[in-house]
């Protein structure tokens, strides 16, 4: 398996706080990806990284950011969470613009 | 918006029977990808497929792709209880900037019974 760690695995918090997902990678891919999985939707491109501190915005980027400093690791930022970010949460990596992505195995997190 | 568009929803056959998916797509593609996602779990890369090849086999894994039809079929051949997860297509567009844009699709929940 592609060495991807995602942190934390599980999480559970109030609405209006602040949430950081951290994805480490040790593969040394230049690019990375956060994406949200829900029910009928499938999976969809919050942010992605296409380097170090280059970074943009992907279908539903409205209440994250992103940042990365270095290669290999992605933060994602929920400012002010809120219970429609409920959601199952992967980081994927990736070597080139053609090729497959790898997953780490998704943060679980729970908005109340 | 989702490109890639699987068919069935779901899917239930016996031990040792085929499992053939489908996926439609709406745009013109590079590359069009299937990937497997067991239950909480990250999604696993199976095969890539480029837009100028139309059949594509792994091990008990066979893809095809109809670019006329903006379709590909994944066949898995024999299959076993192990293979019991979602499918995933996914096409691979080079948008602007040269970066890497996949799109995934909804999926196909195979249970495959022993």
């Known amino acids: 398996d592609a060495g991807i760690t995602q942190s934390p695995r599980h999480k559970v918090t109030e609405t209006g706080t602040p949430v950081t997902l951290r994805c480490h990678q040790t593969?040394?891919?230049?690019?990375m990806y956060w994406y949200r999985q829900d029910p009928g939707h499938g999976l969809r491109l919050i942010h992605y990284?296409?380097?170090?501190?280059?970074?943009d915005k992907g279908e539903v980027s409205d209440g994250y950011s992103v940042s990365r400093s270095k290669t290999e690791d992605f933060l994602l930022t929920l400012e002010s969470a809120t219970s429609s970010q409920t959601s199952v949460y992967f980081c994927a990596i990736s070597d080139g613009t053609a090729g497959p992505q790898h997953f780490g195995d998704g943060t679980r997190l729970s908005i109340l | 918006s989702q490109q890639g568009e699987e068919d069935p929803q779901a899917l239930s056959i016996q031990e040792g029977e085929n499992a053939t998916m489908n996926c439609s797509y709406k745009t013109s593609i590079n590359n069009l990808q299937w990937y497997r996602q067991n239950s909480g779990r990250g999604l696993v890369h199976l095969i890539l497929?480029?837009?100028?090849?139309r059949e594509k086999h792994s091990g008990r894994l066979r893809v095809t792709l109809d670019t006329s039809k903006k379709s590909s079929s994944l066949l898995i051949t024999a299959s076993r209880a192990a293979d019991t997860a979602s499918y995933f297509c996914?096409?691979?567009?080079?948008?602007?900037?040269?970066?890497?844009?996949?799109?995934f699709g909804t999926g196909t929940k195979l249970q495959v019974i022993p």
């Open positions: 497929i480029r837009s100028n090849e």
């Open positions: 990284s296409y380097g170090v501190k280059d970074t």
């Open positions: 593969e040394n891919h230049r690019y």
């Open positions: 996914a096409t691979d567009d080079r948008a602007s900037g040269g970066y890497q844009k996949v799109t």
